[in-house]
């Protein structure tokens, strides 16, 4: 069965430009959870999604960083005027259950490099 | 605010040994616990969990121990196999599942 896809895989951009990274969680899932992981860090929160609408974007570091999630199912991390400390693997995780334990599904990250 | 903390960055053990990983949290509204491996170029992918109601849940070689009042997890395997050689991630989140954090991570190494 497919899992969490996110594309591209790599995304090398220059410092100021705007990039978007997508997500396709796996089907059915409508909780979807997008994390940042720095070198030597473990996931940091960013933002979930609860079908269309953000329930938590309370880890989104400044303004620069948005989500949409339209349809309920595939979803867009968005983030403007690059900056070379958001180089990272940013990666997507979506889960069944939301409300219940369950544990989140990941995709591989979109290993971003800003230069 | 780290809520939750791998004190060890690496782990190196014998294969056929026990491999013990440890996890720290500080929230006590955490009530789900999990244990994540890694490797690299690929996501974190779900081991093994507990809820707070538990102490203990085994799933073959893989033994997570919850100890609440200590606000301490730690995850057995045993015995080690090379196969295991990966990023172990202890992650907690509370009862809406929606704030799950995650520590830093303790690199394990199986010699053969």
């Known amino acids: 069965g497919a899992g969490v896809s996110q594309t591209p895989s790599n995304k090398v951009t220059e410092k100021g430009k705007y990039v978007e990274l997508r997500c396709d969680p796996i089907?059915?899932?409508?909780?979807l959870y997008w994390y940042r992981q720095s070198l030597g860090q473990g996931p940091e929160f960013l933002i979930y999604f609860q079908g269309t609408g953000a329930a938590d974007d309370s880890g989104l570091p400044n303004d620069r960083f948005f989500a949409v999630r339209p349809e309920g199912s595939v979803s867009t991390l968005k983030i403007q005027r690059t900056e070379r400390g958001d180089s990272a693997v940013y990666l997507c995780?979506?889960?069944?259950?939301?409300?219940?334990?369950?544990?989140?599904?990941f995709g591989n990250g979109t290993r971003l490099t800003v230069t | 605010d780290q809520q939750v903390k791998q004190n060890s960055p690496s782990l190196s053990v014998q294969e056929g040994r026990i491999s013990i990983l440890n996890c720290d949290y500080t929230n006590s509204m955490f009530d789900y616990f999990l244990w994540y491996k890694k490797y690299p170029a690929e996501g974190p992918t779900f081991l093994i969990s507990i809820s707070s109601i538990k102490d203990k849940n085994e799933d073959g070689r893989f033994t997570v121990f919850l100890n609440k009042s200590a606000k301490h997890l730690s995850l057995h395997i045993v015995p080690s196999q090379p196969g295991d050689s990966a990023v172990y991630f202890c992650?907690?989140?509370?009862?809406?599942?929606?704030?799950?954090?995650f520590g830093a991570g303790t690199r394990l190494t199986v010699k053969p």
């Open positions: 992650a907690a989140s509370g009862r809406n599942n929606n704030d799950m954090r």
């Open positions: 995780a979506s889960s069944p259950n939301p409300g219940l334990n369950s544990p989140l599904h």
């Open positions: 089907s059915g899932h409508t909780a």
